[in-house]
């Protein structure tokens, strides 16, 4: 016990988390209405696997407690027990209740995060390819467009420049290989396939002004760790300004 106590805090300390890392599970700071409920999904998940972790590690350890062979006692084996009915019931049961609880909570905010809206604020036209991207912005009846390289760091990649408190919708395609485009502050990610029309939209969070990290998650190729890029979010005032001034632009 001593020695595992002082490995977590060895391993607290070399991660060097705050409480508040340490309450979101190890997921960055949402920066999404949609990313709340998937934070909320995740720390409920961990919640229920822990508690069940406890119960189990709590029996092992007493059955191995009370329950082993006594030092001088002539059995072979401890007295046995078989075809205990309702001990049978019980470790039947449970399982099929807490998989029922997680396929309601995971299917509802599945639903939630899927849902589009058909009423966008604004909208982006992601196109991955090998191997960087480019984005297609249309807003206020302008259209963006930025093309990128493969880059050593997100912040020489391509920036997307979206408001704050409005609702994106990301058209998603690929000329060549399956790709994904991943913003782990929304966390969401979504496979990025040829042939394949995946959408999905999101409602940025007021106040969380930023520059955040994008990345293809899927293997797709030599340069695929390359395959970097930027989410800028900003004031409407400011996003507006962007679109008027680089509006035909590429």
């Not at 960087?132 to 302008?142: C, D, L, M, P, V």
Request: proline letters at 5%; a neutral charge; aromatic letters at 12%.
């Amino acid at each position: 016990m001593p020695r595992a106590a002082a490995l977590a805090l060895l391993l607290v300390s070399l991660t060097a988390c705050s409480a508040e890392e340490w309450s979101r599970g190890g997921l960055p700071e949402g920066v999404t209405k949609q990313s709340e409920s998937v934070q909320n999904l995740w720390n409920g998940s961990w919640i229920a696997a822990l508690a069940t972790g406890v119960v189990v590690w709590g029996l092992i350890l007493w059955s191995v407690a009370f329950h082993r062979k006594k030092k001088n006692s002539k059995e072979e084996l401890p007295p046995q027990v078989r075809y205990n009915l309702p001990i049978e019931i019980l470790y039947t049961v449970v399982p099929i209740i807490m998989v029922g609880v997680f396929f309601f909570f995971t299917a509802r905010d599945q639903n939630y995060i899927n849902t589009l809206s058909g009423k966008p604020d604004v909208k982006v036209k992601v196109e991955g390819f090998q191997w960087s991207w480019r984005f297609t912005t249309e807003a206020n009846g302008k259209t963006v467009q930025v093309v990128g390289l493969p880059a050593a760091d997100y912040k020489q990649g391509p920036e997307l420049v979206l408001p704050v408190g409005k609702n994106i919708e990301f058209d998603l395609h690929s000329p060549d290989v399956i790709h994904s485009f991943w913003i782990p502050a929304f966390h969401f990610k979504r496979d990025v396939i040829p042939g394949v029309n995946n959408k999905f939209e999101v409602q940025t969070l007021d106040k969380k002004e930023g520059l955040y990290a994008g990345r293809c998650a899927e293997l797709c190729g030599v340069d695929h760790s390359r395959m970097l890029f930027s989410v800028k979010l900003v004031s409407q005032a400011e996003f507006d300004q962007y679109i008027a001034s680089q509006a035909g632009a590429q």
